[in-house]
């Protein structure tokens, strides 16, 4: 099997399992995965729960779409992310639940928008930047997107979700996870006093563990 292969069964897998797990539904959510000579994408319209490798858009170095079914709309998300971090190899933007609860509330510091409430999600996410409200498909976003994407590995759309770059494709999908699992947690400790990791503990775990 060849490397290209390899990674559209790969974006495949893990689309079905994202969506039977509750963390996309309908035909939202995209996964990107880079190749030496381009990238593939989930296609538009198509559900993360019954993708066909076959089938998954096929763009070129330059984001021109090459093979396959027409690509998401959202393209420009991943570019972004692309273009200013030369160690993505794979890209996931979700639509899942608690991620989004916590882009619409209305107190969060849109520099930072999850407290370091464990030590994985900073070593996973880290600081995670609010992006501010444009319509779905606007192209506006990947300019936006891409004006965060060299100091944060991911950042969350407001009343959208979240887009997240990682090393490889499992990094990927194991950061968005993590994202939300403390976007969860973030919310269930809403009116709670918290104790969240020190600027000192936050700073020993970046040292140990960089991006």
């Known amino acids: ?5 390899r990674l559209r069964e790969e974006i495949c897998r893990y689309g079905r399992s994202i969506f039977e797990r509750g963390l996309t539904f309908g035909s939202s959510g995209n996964i990107s995965v880079m190749l030496e000579d381009g990238w593939l994408m989930t296609p538009t319209n198509a559900s993360l729960g019954s993708l066909d490798p076959a089938r ?13 079914d027409k690509p998401t709309k959202e393209t420009f998300l991943h570019q972004g992310m692309y273009r200013r971090r030369s160690n993505a190899r794979a890209v996931v933007h979700l639509h899942s639940t ?3 609860a916590v ?10 928008v999850i407290p370091p409430l464990t030590a994985y999600y900073v070593m996973r996410v880290g600081k995670l930047p609010l992006v501010p409200y444009y319509r779905p498909g606007d192209p506006a976003l990947g300019p936006a997107v891409e004006a ?6 991911a950042v969350l759309l407001a009343n959208h979700g979240p887009v997240v770059a990682g090393t490889s494709l499992d990094a990927a999908v ?8 403390t976007a969860k947690l973030h919310l269930m400790l809403q009116g709670r006093r918290t104790r969240p990791l020190t600027p000192e503990q936050v700073a020993d775990l970046r040292a140990h563990f960089p991006d």
């Not at 099997?1 to 292969?5: A, I, N, P, V, Y």
């Not at 998954?56 to 396959?68: C, F, I, P, Y």
């Not at 882009?103 to 930072?112: A, G, M, N």
């Open 103 to 112: 882009s619409v509330l209305d107190d969060i510091d849109p520099e930072d």
């Open 174 to 181: 194991y950061a968005t996870e993590e994202l939300e699992e």
């Open 56 to 68: 998954l858009s096929k763009l070129d170095l330059e984001g021109r779409h090459v093979g396959g």
């Open 1 to 5: 099997m060849s490397e290209e292969s």
């Open 98 to 100: 608690h991620s989004v």
């Open 148 to 153: 965060l994407a060299d100091r944060h590995r």
